[in-house]
Structures are given as C-alpha cells and as structure tokens.
C-alpha cells in the first residue's frame, strides 16, 4: 500500500526523522520481506508524540501484528506503564514479545489472542489511549466500546484512515473493508464525545480526543 502524501513528502520526511532504534529498523527490513503492513516509521512517531502528549500510562493496541507499533509505543511512556497487544495470531503475538524484551522496557506487557474487540469490551480501568489497526471492517465497531472505556483526554486513534484513497467518493463504492473505514470516518467526526482530526500522513491517521 503507498503513501498517501507525495513521494518527494515521504522521502523528505524519511530523511529527517531517520534516526531510531536499529531493533525498529530491523523489524522494518522483516516487514518489508515479509510484506506485513506495519505503521511505519513516520506513524510511529506520531504515535510516540501523541502518546507521550498525553502523559499516557496504560495503552491498548487493537491489532498487533508482531510489535512494531507497540514497540513505538513502549518508548513513549516514561514511567513502567501498562501496554496490551492483542492479535488473532499467537505467532505475531510470540514474536512481538521476544522483540519487546530486546527492548528492556520496563512496562507490563499483556499479551491477547482472539478478537481485539473482545479484549476491548472487558472491564477494568480506563485506557489512555487506544490504538486501532485491525481487519478494516471492523473499524466501527471499536468507536463506541472505545469511546466507554477511554478516561477523558485520552486518546482514540486509527490508521489507515485515507485506505490508498479508496474512501473518496470519487472511487465509488467500496468493498467491506472500504466501506468499514469510510463509516469509522464518519462516526468518528460526528461524535459528540470527541474531539477528532484526521492526519494525511502516509495512509491517514485520525486521531480523536474523548471530551
Ligand atoms: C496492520 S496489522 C498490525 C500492524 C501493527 N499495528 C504495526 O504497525 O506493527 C493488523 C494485525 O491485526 C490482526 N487482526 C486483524 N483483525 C483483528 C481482530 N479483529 N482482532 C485481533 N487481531 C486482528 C492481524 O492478524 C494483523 O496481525
């Protein structure tokens, strides 16, 4: 899937935000050979910035994969802090453990397998963020248990908001996942509990903060 800004864009910000951790760098090289769409390493960014903006403690990933961007996410929070992966594969889930270890964070690491939306409707304390990047069809069907179990502040976000360009009306009408991102996008701007934005990075991030 290609970037959504211009190339001339991505490679400029390529340039610029170059330096990170070689364990990240590595699991990039793995994604590439594997084609296994990760957040990249602008998004990650975004992730971490957002993540540390909202002095965030206690994180919930909603899909996986095999860490990456719980990786990012790790070396945001500060303080030992709480970070839940979930993921359909108890492969990913394995792997992005032994590369969160490398990492010697010093946070709880809870690791789910099934349905992440299953692990989002359980009870417990609020979320300061909660990150989305599951099966596209699904997007809305985390909003509303999302919007529940957020504390006020916090932060809701999506990836792949833009899909390639897939969700503009001009594309006509979509498949289910088209369609599952498109509804998201809308439930999302039109919620009265948050505050939303939607960011032209890569493939487009929203980022919804709960009032
Ligand atoms: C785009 S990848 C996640 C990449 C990861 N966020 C990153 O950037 O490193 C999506 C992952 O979500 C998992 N997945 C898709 N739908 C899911 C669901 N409903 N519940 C749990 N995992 C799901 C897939 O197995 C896949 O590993």
């Known amino acids: ?81 709480e970070i839940v992966l979930t993921d359909v594969s108890a492969e990913n889930l394995e792997e992005a453990e032994r590369f969160l270890a490398r990492g010697r964070f010093p946070h709880r690491f809870e690791r789910y397998r099934g349905d992440a939306l299953d692990r989002l409707r359980r009870e417990g304390d609020p979320w300061d963020v909660i990150f989305c990047d599951i099966d596209k069809h699904a997007y809305p069907d985390a909003i509303e248990p999302a919007v529940e179990r957020l504390r006020p502040g916090g932060l ?20 289910r996942a088209t369609e599952g991102v498109r509804a998201a996008g809308r439930k999302l701007a039109a919620h009265p509990a948050l505050w939303t934005t939607l960011i032209p990075l890569r493939d487009g991030v929203s980022v919804s903060v709960r009032t």
Do not use: C, H, K
């Open 156 to 175: 809701l976000i999506f990836d792949n908001m833009l899909w390639s360009g897939r969700v503009f009306e001009s594309a006509g009408p979509g498949d």
């Open 1 to 81: 899937m290609g970037p959504m800004t211009s190339a001339g864009v991505e490679e400029y910000l390529a340039g610029l935000f170059a330096e990170r951790n070689p364990i990240l760098r590595e699991m990039e090289q793995i994604a590439a050979e594997r084609e296994f769409p990760i957040v990249g390493p602008l998004v990650g960014g975004l992730l971490q910035v957002l993540s540390r903006t909202a002095n965030a403690r206690r994180i919930l990933e909603l899909g996986s994969g095999f860490g990456y961007s719980a990786f990012w996410f790790a070396g945001a929070i500060s303080d030992p802090g």
